[in-house]
């Protein structure tokens, strides 16, 4: 029972994290794009709007993939899936969810080879000079959360009778 306890404030912890840093970073991200578009009819250039903004969304990007995930709101194909009996419903939410989370681990390892090349080739942004490594790391990091979380749905849909679409939400419309 103490490790469901710590696994839900964990949980919690990264849930507000996500909507937080998701929020900031679409909200930051619109307030850059728009002072750039109008520094450039005044004739101000804001040269480092193009690295800042790619930075942030690839940081949104692989942030929403961990928090779509826990929240079974990542596309899915339920033209077949729903008119399905609940028992191959809940075979196929088993294996879409296994095989979700090999993939997410497999590209999370791949994100990561990616970020220590970046790191050893010492690459840095032409305008902002950060390393390109500092904003690829978010990359692994949302895989790895999402595989995280199409584990949790595979382990839910084991223990519970009714199908899951992710640890959070349960299959159906509602």
């Given at each position: ?24 970073g ?7 794009l ?6 450039r ?7 480092f709007?193009?690295?800042l903004a790619?930075?942030?969304v690839i940081?949104?990007t692989?942030?929403?993939?961990s928090?779509?995930?826990r929240?079974?709101s ?6 077949v ?26 590209l ?12 050893n ?17 978010v990359?692994?990091?949302g ?12 382990v839910?849909?084991?223990l519970e009778k ?7 939400k349960?299959?159906?419309?509602k």
């Amino acid at each position: 029972m103490a490790v469901l306890r710590i696994w839900a404030k964990l949980n919690n912890i990264e849930r507000r994290l996500e909507k937080v840093t998701l929020s900031l970073g679409i909200i930051v991200l619109a307030m850059f794009l728009i002072a750039n578009a109008i520094g450039r009819k005044v004739g101000l250039l804001l040269y480092f709007v193009d690295e800042l903004a790619t930075f942030l969304v690839i940081f949104i990007t692989f942030i929403a993939v961990s928090h779509a995930a826990r929240r079974g709101s990542h596309i899915r194909m339920e033209a077949v899936y729903d008119f399905m009996p609940k028992k191959i419903q809940k075979v196929m939410m088993l294996t879409i969810s296994f095989g979700s989370a090999l993939v997410m681990f497999w590209l999370a390892y791949l994100a990561t080879s990616y970020v220590l090349q970046a790191y050893n080739w010492g690459h840095m942004s032409h305008t902002l000079r950060i390393p390109y490594w500092i904003g690829y790391v978010v990359i692994p990091l949302g895989l790895f959360l999402a595989g995280i979380h199409y584990v949790l749905a595979f382990v839910k849909n084991i223990l519970e009778k009714e199908v899951w679409v992710s640890f959070e939400k349960q299959s159906g419309y509602k």
